[in-house]
């Protein structure tokens, strides 16, 4: 129940976007909050954005403020981010997760590589 999947990473150049995806199996609606992180090499995992799947409202990280986008498809269980003005400092794996009640990632994803080339 609510295994997650990402998809949509890959290697862009610095400048560019690119859209991520998170398949959730069982139904997205039992999920009260869902998010997005990241792990650079020799880093640790770091929030990236959130989003109530009730309301569509989303928080994000200083460091995304303005470039990247949480949303949710409800009709397809899945949630994306959509990531512009890419740097090579988002270069990292990125990881969905499902938070329990006490808004905590308590689901992870396997991850998805995004590589981002000066």
């Known amino acids: 129940q609510g295994h997650l999947v990402e998809s949509g990473g890959g290697l862009v150049q610095a400048g560019k976007s690119l859209r991520l995806s998170c398949a959730v199996s069982?139904?997205?609606?039992?999920?009260?909050?869902m998010g997005w992180y990241r792990q650079a090499p020799g880093k640790q995992r770091e929030f990236i954005a959130t989003?109530?799947?009730?309301?569509?409202?989303?928080n994000y990280a200083d460091s995304v403020q303005g470039r990247f986008t949480i949303s949710i498809d409800k009709s397809k269980n899945t949630v994306y981010l959509q990531m512009t003005s890419l740097t090579p400092e988002d270069t990292a794996v990125y990881y969905c997760a499902k938070h329990d009640i006490f808004n905590r990632p308590m689901d992870w994803g396997q991850g998805t590589q995004v590589t981002v080339s000066s």
């Open positions: 069982g139904s997205i609606f039992s999920i009260n909050v």
């Open positions: 989003i109530i799947t009730s309301s569509g409202r989303s």
